[in-house]
């Protein structure tokens, strides 16, 4: 058995890093592993223009300043909050900026602080949509309908048919992410979709299905959004990861919530992945005999989609069996990092 494997440094197609202590905090786990982050812009104060994008890249850049020398090789890439104001003048703002690479949109009430998300996509948002197919800025899009009388586990779905479809047919040569996809129903839509639709997929919808959150007890740490799904929708998210097809790339959504947010009456949604994302999608690869295809997944296909330069740099990882631990902390902060308790094959 190898007992290590070397790649091109990847990247997180989809990263939330929050602020102030919290950004200082996972900031280091995610420089250890990824050369660059597609970085969310749904703060508490959402990223809605490139002022606040730009601001928010030089908290990150003066963060990064904190970190040892030998791991500050990293680039921020920075995303605007789509809202039914958004215009144009601002997307094409960003563009010129250099800092901002893509647009994300929130359907209004889907997820962590999307209270300043989209209401109504094709009334308010044609404009900025037709701005961004004529300049090729991807639109990063948290596939979920907000309608609370939706399903929880069909609302990746709905919203494929309902906005999705329109959309492409509206806007067929826009650059679509489907973000976090979580179901066969999205898989398949990709696949069946132009080249410019392509979908991140995280660690905890590979490596878990929905009965691990109810599993001896209610388990807060492994809710997210989109909540996690049966077993056949995880196997189509792993068979899809893994197959080598460039549609499909890492993102890990990692979010970082204090033990105090995720373990209570009304606990925020998210899983902090950032701590050993690389060592939990080598297992993914390795369970499923596709680890010459990690690469492909981590480090080229998300490069290529966002027309990127790949990197340089290379990560080696080592076959080493370490324990996930229960706690991590920083300062009076604790979070649970994803796949705590449990016994990894490989770290970095």
Known sequence: MSKSITIVMPDDMHLHLRHSDMLDFV???TVKQFARAIIMPNLSVPIINTKLAVAYRDSILNSLGKIRGDLRCFEPLMTLYLTDTTTTDEILMAKESGVVFAVKLYPNSATTNSHAGVVDLFKNCSKVLDTLQRIKMPLLIHAEVSDHRVDIFDRESVYID????P?????PELKIVI??????????YVYSSPEYTAATITPQHMLYNRNIIFSGG?????YCLPILKSELHREYLVKAATSGDKRFFLGTDSAPHDVKSKENNCGCAGC??????ISLYMKIFEDVGCISNLEKFASF???????????????TIYRNENIVPDKISFKNL?????????TLQWSI
């Not at 959309?167 to 806007?171: G, I």
């Not at 973000?179 to 398949?188: A, I, N, P, Q, R």
């Not at 209610?218 to 492994?222: D, G, I, K, S």
């Not at 604790?334 to 449990?342: D, K, Q, R, T």
């Open 27 to 29: 900031l280091r786990d």
């Open 162 to 165: 309902k906005v999705i479809i």
């Open 167 to 171: 959309l492409r047919e509206k806007f």
């Open 179 to 188: 973000e976090h996809v979580s179901t066969k129903e999205g898989v398949d």
């Open 218 to 222: 209610l388990r807060p740490h492994y």
């Open 272 to 277: 902090y992945s950032s701590y050993n994302a």
């Open 301 to 315: 296909h998300g490069a290529d989609f966002y027309n990127l330069p790949r990197n340089k740099q290379t990560l």
């Open 334 to 342: 604790n979070i649970v990092p994803l796949a705590y308790g449990e």
